[in-house]
C-alpha cells in the first residue's frame, strides 16, 4: 500500500509548494587612481583621475540589467562608459563593464581631495529592483570613495638689508659718541 503526501489534508494527494524567501543582493567596490599626466607629482587643472568598479552578486538569486550610476562622472566634468550587464548570476563578480573618469577641478585642489560613491542596481527575477552605495574595499560597507590629491602649495619670502639703513645706522652711532665726547 502506497499513499501521494498532501500539504493540508489525508483525503487529497496535492502536492506540497513551499516557498523560498528570495535573497537578492548586489553589492560594488569603487577604487580610483590619480593621474599625474605631467608627472610633476601635483595635482593640477585638467588632470584626471580613473575609476574601476566591482559588482558582485552577492545575493542568491540571478540579477538582469544591472547598471552603475554616479553624480560625479556626468558631463562636463566626468564620464561613466559601460554597461548594462544582462545577467549576473549569484556570486558572480564583473570588473570590467564598467569605469569612469573625472577631470579634476579647482575646488578639488584647494580641497586636496575628491570624495563620492556610486550605486550598482539590478533587477530581480521578480522584477524588484536591488542597489547598493559603494565602498572603497568591501562589499560589506558603504564608504565613500577617497581620492588624494598630491599639493604644491607654497609661500615664500625674501628679506633683504638695504645699504642705506645701515649707513644711516653707523652716522648716528657716531653721532652719539661725538657728542658724548664733547661733553
Excluded at 563620492?116 to 562589499?139: E, F, K, R, Y
Amino acid at each position: 500500500m502506497s499513499d501521494l503526501s498532501d500539504d493540508n489534508s489525508n483525503l487529497e494527494d496535492d502536492p506540497t509548494d513551499t516557498n523560498l524567501p528570495e535573497d537578492s543582493e548586489i553589492s560594488i567596490i569603487k577604487t580610483s587612481v590619480f593621474n599625474d599626466e605631467n608627472g610633476d607629482g601635483f595635482a593640477q587643472l585638467g588632470e584626471t583621475i580613473s575609476y574601476s568598479f566591482e559588482v558582485t552578486n552577492s545575493g542568491a538569486t540571478t540579477l538582469t540589467n544591472v547598471t552603475v550610476t554616479d553624480p560625479l562622472l556626468v558631463a562636463p566634468s566626468g564620464s561613466l562608459t559601460g554597461g548594462p550587464i544582462a545577467t549576473l548570476a549569484p556570486g558572480a563578480i564583473d570588473t570590467t563593464t564598467f569605469s569612469g573618469s573625472y577631470t579634476i577641478q579647482q575646488s578639488d585642489i584647494d580641497a586636496q581631495s575628491v570624495s563620492n560613491q556610486a550605486t550598482a542596481t539590478g533587477t530581480t527575477p521578480d522584477g524588484d529592483d536591488v542597489s547598493d552605495l559603494s565602498d572603497d574595499n568591501s562589499n560589506l560597507e558603504d564608504d565613500p570613495t577617497d581620492t588624494n590629491l598630491p599639493e604644491d602649495s607654497e609661500i615664500s619670502i625674501i628679506k633683504t638689508l638695504c645699504s642705506t639703513m645701515r649707513t644711516v645706522t653707523a652716522l648716528l652711532s657716531w653721532a652719539r659718541r661725538s657728542a658724548t665726547a664733547l661733553r
